[in-house]
C-alpha cells in the first residue's frame, strides 16, 4: 500500500525531518509530527473506502497512518470501540437523556487505550528494524507494549513505579516484557531508560514520533461513528496527553481532506488535584507547565507531573475554547461507584474522572446540559483495585434478614 507520508515536523519550531528512519525527538528536545502529503491523498483515496474497509479496529484508517507495508501491521483483533450512552447516570450528573455519551476504549486489546498508541509504535519498529523497547509506565502503557512487541518479536523492558496496580505489572510480565519495579515515580523510570548506554530504543511518551499516531485514530473513529460529524465537547483524562494532541491533529486532517465539516469540539483536559500541572499551567496562562511535586493519586494512568508536549496539550485546550480541571479522588471514587450502580459499566478511575469534571462543569456553566458530550473511558476499571466484599453467608444457618 502507498504511504502518504511525506516527513515529520518539530512540533516547535516545524523543522523538517526526513521520514523512513529511526528518530527519536527533534533537535530542541520537542515531539516530531508526522505530516502526510494530503493532497494526494484526497485525490487517490476516497472516503468511502474507509467507510468499507474490513480492516481490524484502527487499522481501517491506514492511508492516515504511518506503516506502509501491510506486513508490519501487528494486530491483536482490534475493534471499533462502542460509543455507550449513559442512560439512568444522566439525570445524577445534570443533563438529560442522550446527551452524554462513553467512547469506551476497554474493549480494545490488554484493555485499555494504550493499544492504540503502542500498536503503531511497535508497528513502526518493525517497519524500521528496531530489535529492543523499553518503556516507563503507570500501568497500562506498559501491558500494551508487552503484548504488541511480544507479537512483533521485538524484546522489551519495561520499569514501572513500585506502587502502579499489581494487575498492571504481572501481565507485563506474563506477556512477555522484562519488567522491573522502581522506587519512584514515572518520570525517575523515564530517567533510568534515557541514561541507560544500552540497545534499547526509547518509546516514552512523545518521544518517539508514532504513539500521537495510533491515538489519533479516535478522533478518526469517533468522527466516523458520528456520522462524520463531532460532539460539542470532549472530556479527556490527560496525563502525558498523546490522546488530546492526537486527537486534535486528527481533526484537523479530517477537515483538510475535506471527510468531515463540522464545528470542532472543545477540548476539556482532565487531571486528578494530586497532579494536575496542566490544570495550574492553563489558570496561570502559562505556554508550558512546571513540574507537578509529590503527585499522588489513584488514577495511576493520569499520574504524570510533567509532560513532554504540555504545550501541545494547552494549545490544543486553548485553540478550541476548552479548559482544564481537576477532580478529587474521592469525587472520582463516588462517581466510579454511582455509574456503576446506575448504568452497570465500570469505568476505570481515569474514566470516571471525566464524568466528575463533567458534573462540575454543569454545576460551575463551563458547559451546558444540552451539550452533546463525549466522555473518555481509556481502561477497563477491573485492571485497578476495586471494594473488597465483606459480607458473608454461613450455609448452614442462613439469615435471611440480610437481603
Known sequence: MKSYVSHLECSLTGKRYDSGVVHTVSEEGKPLLVKYDLTALKEEFPRSRIEESVEPGFWKYAPLLPVSNPKNRISLGEVITPLVHLMDSAAFLGCGSGRV?????????????????????????????????????????????????SRAG???????????????VRETSIQG???????GLIGECGDIISEGDLDWFPVSTLKEPYRIEGKKTMGLELAEQMNWKLPDVIF??????????????????????????????????????????????????????????????????????????????????????????????EETLKIQNEIGKRDGFLMCPEGAATAVAYQKSIDEGLVSPEDHVVLFNTATGLKYPLPEVISRIDKSDVDYSIF
Open 154 to 168: 521485538i524484546k522489551t523492558t519495561v520499569l514501572c513505579p513500585d506502587d502502579t496496580p499489581e494487575i498492571n
Open 101 to 149: 455519551t462513553v467512547k469506551d476504549e476497554s474493549r480494545l486489546p490488554t484493555g485499555s487505550f494504550k493499544a492504540r498508541g503502542l500498536g503503531l509504535a511497535v508497528s513502526m519498529a518493525k517497519e524500521l528494524g528496531v530489535l529492543h523497547l523499553a518503556i516507563p509506565t503507570n500501568g497500562n502503557a506498559g501491558s500494551a507494549l508487552a503484548a504488541y512487541a
Open 236 to 329: 479527556y483524562p490527560t496525563g502525558g496527553g498523546t490522546g488530546i494532541i492526537g486527537m486534535w491533529k486528527g481533526f484537523h486532517e479530517l477537515l483538510e481532506l475535506g471527510w468531515m465539516d463540522c464545528e470542532l469540539p472543545r477540548m476539556v483536559a482532565v487531571q486528578s488535584t494530586g497532579c494536575a500541572p496542566i490544570v495550574k499551567a492553563w489558570k496561570e496562562e502559562k505556554e508550558f507547565a512546571d513540574f507537578w511535586e509529590g503527585a499522588e493519586t489513584i488514577s495511576s494512568g493520569i499520574r504524570v507531573p510533567s509532560a513532554l508536549g504540555d504545550f501541545l496539550i494547552l494549545e490544543a485546550v486553548r485553540s478550541s475554547g476548552g479548559f482544564a480541571i481537576s477532580v478529587t479522588d
Open 177 to 183: 516484557a522484562n519488567t522491573h519495579l522502581v522506587n
